[in-house]
């Protein structure tokens, strides 16, 4: 595998973030067409949340031949990579307490996205996590014998962390799906236009405890503070389910934050705006994967390639992607109409419920507020640990609020690169 050197200065042809799917499939395209690239990701290690790579996971044989472009000669991969600032054509990066600068002719961003919380009573205390973040976990060794876990929100991500969990040793004792049994009666019969997903969804389904057009109403905790039970709606009706862990993902919400501070424009759904050959908004930035629109792996792989090789001009070769990118765009709608979330999980939230974890800050309290910024200044919500990405992404989905615009540095940083080449380079 090729490293970087010492120096603070890398420059490339093409610079890749994120090494998920979209990002691998953007590599390999630009690196066969003799573009020198740079990868980088803010993972220990490539493959993004669906080849996630873990003591106790085995990689499937796909996933190990898009990783196989790290190897090549013309690619220099960095992990743990965070970007924290942009310039003219460069960004600010810091890797394992080391801060760089990377100059680039084009740029693919490949920030896939993250899962959408949505807070119910409990849904900060121990035990409970992201649906993505439970099967994360998961797959970087975390014991799951003797577990008791419900699985509640919506989308197909449900099932698959079911899966994970069972794999692990854990027994599932509910997955609670809010969408309707007709909706997902009808998205299953349209699986039929694309077969690896009909077939995926024949081998995950459960044949028990999975509840249709349902939600967690809150949490049951021991006089130690854990958790011992989650109280669902089951069609209307209250229910108790006795677990030990509860993960919730109610979808993914892309990340745009580095494709906002470039000045690419969104989509009216948040995502990033590209046309069809990936490129933004701005000349020279392509987009390609989740951040883009949620679609799965299948679309993240047309469109990295399809980017990887327009940034390499190969127009014709990028073309052959098209009809592909079609297909899988056509079942990424499918889904979001089939898994659209019920109004009423916004809704129904006590007035005491938590919105911002960091600074324990609740909704009652934001009630008088018509945006953020007020919000923010009267009740410091959004202004802990976490910069706000939490709770203003909330916001949005529950009071209809703008989602704040990202400002420098994206991510925490290390004081020394705040005080050197930051300040060198942003004026």
């Known amino acids: 595998m090729a490293t970087s050197s010492s120096s603070t200065v890398l420059r490339c042809d093409v610079l890749v973030v994120g090494a998920g799917p979209a990002g691998l499939a953007a590599a390999q395209a630009a690196v066969q067409r003799q573009q020198f690239v740079i990868l980088i990701d803010d993972n220990p290690s490539a493959g993004g949340q669906i080849w996630r790579q873990g003591p106790f996971h085995a990689l499937p044989p796909m996933a190990k031949r898009y990783l196989s472009v790290l190897s090549e000669d013309a690619l220099i991969y960095l992990p743990g990579c965070k970007v924290i600032a942009t310039d003219s054509q460069c960004v600010i990066v810091e890797t394992v307490g080391k801060h760089q600068i990377i100059h680039y002719q084009r740029i693919i961003l490949c920030t896939g996205a993250k899962e959408k919380l949505l807070p119910f009573p409990g849904w900060t205390l121990p035990g ?47 997955i609670i799906e809010q969408a309707p049994s007709h909706r997902l009666f009808s998205f299953g019969l349209r699986l039929i236009r694309w077969p690896k997903k009909l077939r995926q969804a024949i081998t995950l389904m459960p044949l028990k405890n999975y509840y249709k057009n349902s939600m967690v109403l809150g949490v049951e905790t021991s006089a130690e503070g ?22 919730c993902g109610f979808g993914l919400r892309p990340s745009t934050e580095l494709a906002q501070l470039l000045g690419c424009l969104l989509d009216e759904q948040g995502n990033i705006q590209a046309d069809v050959w990936q490129q933004t908004t701005i000349p020279g930035v392509y987009a390609a994967g989740e951040c883009t629109g949620i679609g799965g792996s299948e679309l993240a792989l047309c469109e ?20 592909k990118r079609i297909t899988w765009r056509r079942f990424a709608t499918a889904a979001a109409q089939a898994f659209k979330l019920n109004k009423e999980i916004t809704r129904a939230l006590p007035p005491d419920t938590l919105i911002c974890r960091c600074e324990d800050v609740r ?34 989905d529950i009071k209809h609020w703008a989602i704040p615009s990202p400002r420098i540095p994206l991510s925490p940083v290390s004081l020394e690169t705040l005080t050197t080449e930051v300040d060198k380079t942003i004026d």
């Open 363 to 396: 909704l009652e309290e934001l009630e008088s507020f018509q945006d953020w910024n007020s919000a923010k200044m009267a009740t410091r919500c959004g202004m802990g640990a976490c910069q706000g990405k939490i709770c203003s992404a909330i916001l949005h």
């Open 304 to 323: 990295g390639f399809i980017a990887g090789f327009a940034v390499s001009g190969e127009y014709a070769l990028a073309e052959k992607w098209q009809q």
């Open 226 to 247: 854990r958790l011992t039970g989650v109280y669902i709606s089951n069609k209307g009706q209250q229910q108790k389910l006795s677990c030990t862990r509860l993960a």
């Open 128 to 174: 409970v996590t992201g649906a993505g973040g439970l099967q994360a976990l998961i797959k970087n060794g975390l014991p799951m014998t003797g577990e008791r876990v419900v699985i509640a929100g919506s989308g197909p991500l449900l099932l698959a962390v079911a899966e994970t969990v069972k794999k692990a040793g854990g027994d599932v004792v509910g």
